[in-house]
């Protein structure tokens, strides 16, 4: 006997995995060590990787 779900799986998946941006900021930080250790990466990796960077730098809390 096989039991069947009627709701669908995605949604329900979907709630378990974090935050798209938290996902992002995860890949960021992956991309950005893995350059820093000397990793060619492509042109348009380099260019987001430092875009994120900038983004991330304008908007980091000032410390007193």
Known sequence: MKIRHSEAHGPRRAAEYQKFGDQLDAIFKLAEHLRSQGMQMPP?????????????????????
């Open 44 to 64: 348009d990796v380099n260019a987001w990787i430092d875009h994120c960077r900038s983004v991330k730098n304008k908007y980091k809390p000032s410390r007193p």
